[in-house]
């Protein structure tokens, strides 16, 4: 189903962004319909280089499988910009993944960051700034 079909079946109104979770889409979209990850974070300096907003409470948003098939609908409920070394034991549990320890979330997502800003030429360092999102299904 495509977004837009997903969107009309719901019966929502407003606006809404689809995407895929940039790696392991299949699997991050699973977690979100099965309610385990409620939460993401991404780069900051991505946004700012793109001259793109942040993401805001209240938003919609179409979460996309690897073959760009909606999955599920989310509605973001908080945003906040922190840096890596400071994200907290109850983000990386939101996030769902892996044990869901700060451990492994650092582990996983210090790797994932540093292909992300390699990209764009710049540096991942432990106090590199995040933008952490929580968020809940709405439709599936």
Aim: hydrophobic share 35%.
């Amino acid at each position: 189903m495509t977004a837009e079909e997903l969107w009309k079946k719901s019966g929502l109104s407003g606006s809404y962004d689809a995407w895929a979770f940039g790696e392991a889409a299949d699997r991050l979209a699973e977690l979100v319909v099965q309610g385990v990850k409620t939460a993401t974070c991404s780069a900051y300096d991505l946004y700012e280089i793109e001259h793109e907003s942040l993401p805001h409470a209240g938003e919609y948003s179409i979460i996309l499988n690897s073959e760009e098939e909606a999955v599920c609908i989310i509605k973001t409920q908080k945003v906040y910009v922190t840096e890596f070394n400071r994200v907290s034991e109850e983000h990386a549990c939101k996030e769902g993944e892996g044990d869901r320890s700060l451990e492994y979330w650092r582990k996983v997502h210090k790797a994932f960051l540093i292909r992300e800003l390699a990209s764009v030429n710049l540096p991942f360092q432990e106090n590199t700034k995040v933008v952490c999102e929580e968020f809940e299904v709405v439709y599936k």
